[in-house]
Protein backbone atom coordinates (compact mmCIF):
# COMPACT_ATOMS: atom_id res chain seq x y z
CA UNK A 1 0.00 0.00 0.00
CA UNK A 2 2.73 2.40 0.78
CA UNK A 3 4.78 1.82 -2.52
CA UNK A 4 1.50 2.15 -4.52
CA UNK A 5 1.17 5.56 -2.52
CA UNK A 6 4.86 6.72 -2.90
CA UNK A 7 4.35 5.73 -6.92
CA UNK A 8 1.23 7.97 -7.35
CA UNK A 9 3.46 10.87 -5.36
CA UNK A 10 5.97 10.46 -7.76
CA UNK A 11 3.83 10.18 -11.07
CA UNK A 12 2.11 13.75 -9.90
CA UNK A 13 5.70 15.62 -10.00
CA UNK A 14 5.76 14.27 -13.88
CA UNK A 15 5.66 17.58 -16.36
CA UNK A 16 2.84 16.56 -18.49
CA UNK A 17 3.17 15.63 -21.90
CA UNK A 18 1.04 17.63 -24.94
CA UNK A 19 1.04 15.30 -28.03
CA UNK A 20 -0.16 17.09 -31.28
CA UNK A 21 -2.02 14.15 -33.53
CA UNK A 22 -3.50 10.97 -32.66
CA UNK A 23 -2.21 8.87 -35.67
CA UNK A 24 0.15 5.79 -35.29
CA UNK A 25 3.73 8.23 -33.93
CA UNK A 26 1.13 9.97 -31.65
CA UNK A 27 -1.43 7.12 -30.41
CA UNK A 28 1.76 4.52 -29.59
CA UNK A 29 3.69 7.35 -27.66
CA UNK A 30 0.76 8.17 -25.30
CA UNK A 31 -0.14 4.73 -24.49
CA UNK A 32 3.92 4.13 -23.95
CA UNK A 33 3.88 7.50 -21.98
CA UNK A 34 0.90 6.48 -19.83
CA UNK A 35 2.60 3.10 -19.01
CA UNK A 36 5.35 4.72 -17.25
CA UNK A 37 2.37 7.13 -15.60
CA UNK A 38 3.44 10.51 -17.37
CA UNK A 39 0.46 13.19 -17.79
CA UNK A 40 -0.30 12.90 -21.36
CA UNK A 41 -2.93 15.29 -23.07
CA UNK A 42 -3.71 14.27 -27.30
CA UNK A 43 -5.13 16.56 -29.08
CA UNK A 44 -6.46 14.94 -32.57
CA UNK A 45 -8.09 17.06 -35.16
CA UNK A 46 -10.35 13.98 -36.29
CA UNK A 47 -12.53 11.50 -34.96
CA UNK A 48 -11.98 7.93 -34.81
CA UNK A 49 -12.95 5.54 -36.44
CA UNK A 50 -11.56 6.70 -39.41
CA UNK A 51 -10.29 5.91 -43.01
CA UNK A 52 -6.63 7.79 -44.13
CA UNK A 53 -4.45 7.29 -47.05
CA UNK A 54 -2.54 4.27 -45.76
CA UNK A 55 -0.82 1.00 -46.88
CA UNK A 56 -1.79 -0.71 -44.17
CA UNK A 57 1.20 -3.04 -44.26
CA UNK A 58 3.06 -3.22 -40.98
CA UNK A 59 6.96 -4.11 -42.03
CA UNK A 60 9.97 -4.16 -40.50
CA UNK A 61 8.99 -3.34 -36.48
CA UNK A 62 10.48 -5.58 -34.09
CA UNK A 63 7.65 -7.37 -31.79
CA UNK A 64 10.19 -6.25 -29.03
CA UNK A 65 9.02 -1.94 -29.71
CA UNK A 66 5.51 -3.07 -29.77
CA UNK A 67 5.99 -4.58 -26.57
CA UNK A 68 8.07 -1.39 -25.20
CA UNK A 69 5.71 0.62 -26.77
CA UNK A 70 2.47 -1.22 -24.86
CA UNK A 71 0.35 -2.23 -27.90
CA UNK A 72 1.52 -5.60 -28.64
CA UNK A 73 -1.70 -6.41 -28.35
CA UNK A 74 -3.69 -4.17 -30.59
CA UNK A 75 -2.93 -6.63 -33.31
CA UNK A 76 -4.46 -9.35 -31.93
CA UNK A 77 -6.19 -11.11 -34.88
CA UNK A 78 -4.58 -9.40 -37.65
CA UNK A 79 -3.42 -10.57 -40.69
CA UNK A 80 -0.03 -12.29 -41.23
CA UNK A 81 1.45 -11.73 -45.12
CA UNK A 82 4.63 -13.62 -45.78
CA UNK A 83 4.04 -14.14 -49.89
CA UNK A 84 4.81 -11.47 -52.00
CA UNK A 85 4.20 -10.82 -56.25
CA UNK A 86 5.33 -7.51 -58.15
CA UNK A 87 3.78 -6.53 -61.20
CA UNK A 88 4.95 -4.16 -64.09
CA UNK A 89 2.42 -3.20 -66.52
CA UNK A 90 -0.13 -5.74 -66.15
CA UNK A 91 2.95 -8.62 -66.57
CA UNK A 92 4.34 -10.52 -62.88
CA UNK A 93 8.03 -9.95 -62.54
CA UNK A 94 8.50 -11.18 -59.03
CA UNK A 95 7.29 -13.55 -56.90
CA UNK A 96 9.29 -13.94 -53.38
CA UNK A 97 8.42 -14.05 -49.38
CA UNK A 98 9.45 -11.93 -46.73
CA UNK A 99 12.03 -12.75 -44.28
CA UNK A 100 9.43 -12.32 -41.53
CA UNK A 101 5.71 -12.21 -41.51
CA UNK A 102 3.84 -8.38 -42.02
CA UNK A 103 0.90 -7.66 -40.23
CA UNK A 104 -2.27 -6.27 -42.06
CA UNK A 105 -5.20 -4.38 -40.26
CA UNK A 106 -6.96 -1.34 -41.12
CA UNK A 107 -6.37 2.33 -39.70
CA UNK A 108 -10.18 2.02 -39.57
CA UNK A 109 -9.44 -0.50 -37.05
CA UNK A 110 -6.04 -0.14 -35.57
CA UNK A 111 -6.37 3.22 -34.78
CA UNK A 112 -9.65 2.66 -32.68
CA UNK A 113 -7.97 0.07 -30.56
CA UNK A 114 -5.04 2.26 -29.72
CA UNK A 115 -7.72 4.76 -28.96
CA UNK A 116 -9.09 2.94 -26.68
CA UNK A 117 -5.88 1.57 -24.99
CA UNK A 118 -4.72 4.71 -24.23
CA UNK A 119 -7.80 6.07 -22.77
CA UNK A 120 -8.04 3.13 -20.49
CA UNK A 121 -4.81 4.24 -19.35
CA UNK A 122 -6.45 7.06 -18.43
CA UNK A 123 -4.89 9.59 -21.11
CA UNK A 124 -6.88 12.79 -21.72
CA UNK A 125 -7.87 12.91 -25.07
CA UNK A 126 -9.15 15.95 -27.22
CA UNK A 127 -10.38 14.98 -30.56
CA UNK A 128 -12.05 17.65 -32.95
CA UNK A 129 -9.69 20.44 -31.77
CA UNK A 130 -6.98 21.92 -33.91
CA UNK A 131 -3.48 22.17 -32.87
CA UNK A 132 -0.75 24.91 -33.89
CA UNK A 133 2.77 24.29 -34.32
CA UNK A 134 4.34 25.93 -31.97
CA UNK A 135 7.49 25.26 -30.49
CA UNK A 136 6.94 24.51 -26.37
CA UNK A 137 8.67 22.57 -24.06
CA UNK A 138 6.59 19.25 -23.60
CA UNK A 139 4.79 19.75 -26.74
CA UNK A 140 5.15 17.09 -29.12
CA UNK A 141 4.20 17.88 -32.72
CA UNK A 142 2.85 14.25 -34.51
CA UNK A 143 0.13 15.93 -36.65
CA UNK A 144 1.37 13.99 -39.79
CA UNK A 145 2.56 15.42 -43.11
CA UNK A 146 3.06 19.54 -43.32
CA UNK A 147 1.26 20.24 -46.62
CA UNK A 148 3.24 21.40 -49.65
CA UNK A 149 2.20 22.23 -53.21
CA UNK A 150 3.58 18.48 -53.82
CA UNK A 151 3.48 16.50 -57.33
CA UNK A 152 1.74 13.58 -55.97
CA UNK A 153 -1.52 12.21 -54.99
CA UNK A 154 -2.51 8.64 -53.03
CA UNK A 155 -5.64 7.01 -53.21
CA UNK A 156 -7.09 4.14 -51.38
CA UNK A 157 -10.09 1.85 -51.01
CA UNK A 158 -11.08 -1.18 -49.21
CA UNK A 159 -12.09 -3.70 -52.19
CA UNK A 160 -13.34 -7.10 -52.41
CA UNK A 161 -10.81 -8.54 -54.61
CA UNK A 162 -8.75 -11.88 -54.95
CA UNK A 163 -5.16 -11.47 -54.91
CA UNK A 164 -2.44 -14.16 -55.93
CA UNK A 165 -0.10 -13.21 -53.09
CA UNK A 166 -0.13 -11.43 -49.65
CA UNK A 167 1.08 -8.59 -51.05
CA UNK A 168 0.65 -7.77 -54.00
CA UNK A 169 2.75 -4.40 -55.80
CA UNK A 170 1.23 -2.67 -59.10
CA UNK A 171 4.09 -0.65 -60.68
CA UNK A 172 3.13 1.41 -63.91
CA UNK A 173 4.50 4.34 -65.18
CA UNK A 174 2.81 7.00 -63.44
CA UNK A 175 2.95 5.37 -60.22
CA UNK A 176 2.17 1.72 -58.26
CA UNK A 177 0.01 0.73 -56.03
CA UNK A 178 -0.16 -2.04 -53.18
CA UNK A 179 -2.58 -4.50 -52.48
CA UNK A 180 -2.80 -6.17 -49.19
CA UNK A 181 -5.65 -7.97 -46.98
CA UNK A 182 -6.93 -6.39 -44.40
CA UNK A 183 -9.63 -7.66 -41.74
CA UNK A 184 -13.50 -8.83 -42.83
CA UNK A 185 -12.24 -10.26 -46.09
CA UNK A 186 -11.37 -6.63 -47.42
CA UNK A 187 -8.66 -5.95 -49.68
CA UNK A 188 -6.93 -2.42 -49.09
CA UNK A 189 -5.58 -0.89 -52.31
CA UNK A 190 -3.87 1.80 -51.84
CA UNK A 191 -1.27 4.02 -54.40
CA UNK A 192 1.07 6.64 -54.95
CA UNK A 193 0.58 8.26 -58.72
CA UNK A 194 1.95 11.63 -59.83
CA UNK A 195 -0.61 14.16 -59.95
CA UNK A 196 -2.14 14.31 -63.38
CA UNK A 197 -5.35 17.11 -63.35
CA UNK A 198 -5.82 15.88 -67.00
CA UNK A 199 -7.37 12.27 -65.93
CA UNK A 200 -11.23 13.16 -66.48
CA UNK A 201 -12.40 11.10 -62.99
CA UNK A 202 -13.33 12.22 -59.59
CA UNK A 203 -14.47 10.61 -56.44
CA UNK A 204 -13.46 7.03 -56.05
CA UNK A 205 -13.10 6.42 -59.72
CA UNK A 206 -9.94 8.07 -59.57
CA UNK A 207 -8.37 5.12 -58.59
CA UNK A 208 -9.05 2.86 -61.35
CA UNK A 209 -8.53 5.66 -63.64
CA UNK A 210 -4.89 6.28 -61.98
CA UNK A 211 -4.17 3.03 -62.75
CA UNK A 212 -5.69 3.13 -66.49
CA UNK A 213 -3.28 6.13 -67.12
CA UNK A 214 0.08 4.07 -65.79
CA UNK A 215 -0.98 1.05 -67.93
CA UNK A 216 -2.82 -1.15 -65.00
CA UNK A 217 -5.76 -1.37 -67.10
CA UNK A 218 -6.73 -5.41 -65.39
CA UNK A 219 -6.27 -4.47 -62.69
CA UNK A 220 -8.66 -1.13 -62.87
CA UNK A 221 -10.94 -3.41 -64.46
CA UNK A 222 -10.79 -5.48 -61.61
CA UNK A 223 -11.67 -2.84 -59.09
CA UNK A 224 -14.79 -1.53 -60.84
CA UNK A 225 -16.28 -4.75 -60.94
CA UNK A 226 -15.96 -5.41 -57.64
CA UNK A 227 -17.90 -4.34 -54.15
CA UNK A 228 -16.06 -1.42 -52.24
CA UNK A 229 -16.05 -0.84 -48.63
CA UNK A 230 -18.40 2.21 -47.72
CA UNK A 231 -16.74 5.11 -47.19
CA UNK A 232 -13.39 3.34 -47.51
CA UNK A 233 -12.18 5.64 -50.54
CA UNK A 234 -9.74 8.09 -49.34
CA UNK A 235 -7.37 10.65 -51.35
CA UNK A 236 -4.90 13.22 -50.25
CA UNK A 237 -2.61 15.69 -52.20
CA UNK A 238 -0.32 18.38 -51.53
CA UNK A 239 2.75 16.41 -49.87
CA UNK A 240 6.50 15.48 -50.96
CA UNK A 241 8.17 12.67 -49.90
CA UNK A 242 11.70 12.83 -47.82
CA UNK A 243 12.76 14.46 -44.72
CA UNK A 244 9.64 17.44 -43.82
CA UNK A 245 10.38 20.86 -43.04
CA UNK A 246 10.34 21.42 -39.23
CA UNK A 247 9.94 25.08 -37.58
CA UNK A 248 12.91 26.00 -35.39
CA UNK A 249 12.58 24.60 -32.32
CA UNK A 250 9.64 21.82 -32.77
CA UNK A 251 9.72 18.22 -31.66
CA UNK A 252 8.38 16.31 -34.57
CA UNK A 253 7.86 12.54 -35.04
CA UNK A 254 6.11 10.62 -37.79
CA UNK A 255 5.43 11.58 -41.07
CA UNK A 256 6.17 15.34 -39.61
CA UNK A 257 9.35 14.19 -39.64
CA UNK A 258 10.34 11.79 -42.59
CA UNK A 259 7.63 10.49 -44.95
CA UNK A 260 9.79 7.16 -46.63
CA UNK A 261 8.42 6.40 -50.32
CA UNK A 262 5.70 3.78 -49.93
CA UNK A 263 6.87 0.80 -51.84
CA UNK A 264 8.82 0.27 -49.19
CA UNK A 265 6.08 -0.99 -46.76
CA UNK A 266 7.75 0.55 -43.95
CA UNK A 267 5.75 4.18 -43.07
CA UNK A 268 3.56 2.62 -40.56
CA UNK A 269 6.65 0.59 -38.35
CA UNK A 270 8.56 4.16 -38.91
CA UNK A 271 5.92 6.00 -37.15
CA UNK A 272 5.93 3.23 -34.56
CA UNK A 273 9.66 3.33 -34.16
CA UNK A 274 10.03 7.06 -34.24
CA UNK A 275 7.87 7.25 -30.89
CA UNK A 276 10.21 4.45 -29.56
CA UNK A 277 12.59 6.64 -30.25
CA UNK A 278 11.38 9.67 -28.19
CA UNK A 279 9.83 7.41 -24.80
CA UNK A 280 12.78 7.51 -23.04
CA UNK A 281 13.96 11.39 -23.51
CA UNK A 282 10.46 12.69 -23.02
CA UNK A 283 10.66 10.44 -19.87
CA UNK A 284 13.51 12.04 -18.85
CA UNK A 285 12.13 15.55 -19.78
CA UNK A 286 8.56 14.86 -18.11
CA UNK A 287 10.65 13.29 -14.35
CA UNK A 288 12.83 16.97 -14.57
CA UNK A 289 16.16 14.86 -15.33
CA UNK A 290 16.43 16.35 -18.84
CA UNK A 291 16.04 19.87 -20.33
CA UNK A 292 13.95 20.13 -23.19
CA UNK A 293 16.59 21.11 -25.39
CA UNK A 294 18.47 18.38 -24.29
CA UNK A 295 15.63 16.03 -25.11
CA UNK A 296 14.83 17.22 -28.00
CA UNK A 297 18.93 16.60 -29.72
CA UNK A 298 18.63 13.16 -27.88
CA UNK A 299 15.20 11.89 -30.14
CA UNK A 300 16.43 13.83 -33.24
CA UNK A 301 19.89 12.41 -32.92
CA UNK A 302 18.35 8.72 -31.99
CA UNK A 303 16.13 9.17 -34.98
CA UNK A 304 18.75 9.56 -37.48
CA UNK A 305 20.69 7.01 -36.01
CA UNK A 306 17.54 4.70 -36.79
CA UNK A 307 16.11 6.10 -40.33
CA UNK A 308 19.53 7.76 -42.08
CA UNK A 309 20.09 4.54 -44.25
CA UNK A 310 16.69 3.36 -45.08
CA UNK A 311 15.65 6.92 -46.29
CA UNK A 312 18.43 7.62 -48.27
CA UNK A 313 18.37 4.19 -50.32
CA UNK A 314 13.88 4.38 -50.53
CA UNK A 315 14.66 8.00 -51.61
CA UNK A 316 17.36 6.57 -54.27
CA UNK A 317 15.35 3.67 -55.49
CA UNK A 318 12.01 5.83 -55.62
CA UNK A 319 12.67 7.52 -58.64
CA UNK A 320 13.72 4.26 -60.71
CA UNK A 321 9.34 3.51 -60.67
CA UNK A 322 8.42 6.66 -62.81
CA UNK A 323 11.18 6.26 -65.41
CA UNK A 324 10.55 3.61 -68.63
CA UNK A 325 14.43 2.87 -68.15
CA UNK A 326 14.52 2.11 -64.46
CA UNK A 327 11.63 -0.18 -64.60
CA UNK A 328 12.70 -1.61 -67.82
CA UNK A 329 16.02 -2.85 -65.69
CA UNK A 330 13.90 -4.32 -62.81
CA UNK A 331 12.22 -5.97 -65.05
CA UNK A 332 15.55 -7.46 -67.07
CA UNK A 333 16.81 -8.20 -63.74
CA UNK A 334 13.82 -9.93 -62.44
CA UNK A 335 13.32 -12.36 -65.67
CA UNK A 336 17.38 -13.38 -65.45
CA UNK A 337 16.46 -14.34 -61.82
CA UNK A 338 18.89 -11.92 -60.29
CA UNK A 339 16.83 -9.05 -58.66
CA UNK A 340 18.25 -8.89 -55.06
CA UNK A 341 14.86 -8.85 -53.25
CA UNK A 342 15.67 -9.47 -49.94
CA UNK A 343 19.28 -7.17 -49.96
CA UNK A 344 17.25 -4.41 -51.45
CA UNK A 345 14.38 -5.02 -48.78
CA UNK A 346 16.72 -5.23 -45.70
CA UNK A 347 18.54 -1.81 -46.85
CA UNK A 348 14.92 0.01 -46.41
CA UNK A 349 14.25 -1.87 -42.79
Known amino acids: MARRKARGRLAGLNREITIAGGGLAGLSLAIALRLRETPVTLREAGSYPRHRVCGEFISGVSQETLEQLGILGCFEGARSHVSVAWHEGGHLVLTDKLPSPAIGISRHALDLRLRDRFLSLGGRLDAGTRARPQPADGFVWAAGRRPVAGRWIGL???????????????????????????????????????????????????????????????????????????????????FELGSQPEPEGLLCLGDASRMIPPFTGNGMSMAFESAACALEPLLGWSGGVLSWQACRAKIRSAMERRFRRRMAIASALHPLFFREGGRAVIGSLSAAGVLPFRPLLSLVR
Open 156 to 238: KAHVRIETAADLEMHSGANGYAGLAGVEDGWTNVCGLFRLDRSIAAAGPDLLPAYLEAGGNTALAGKLRSRPWREGSFTAVAG
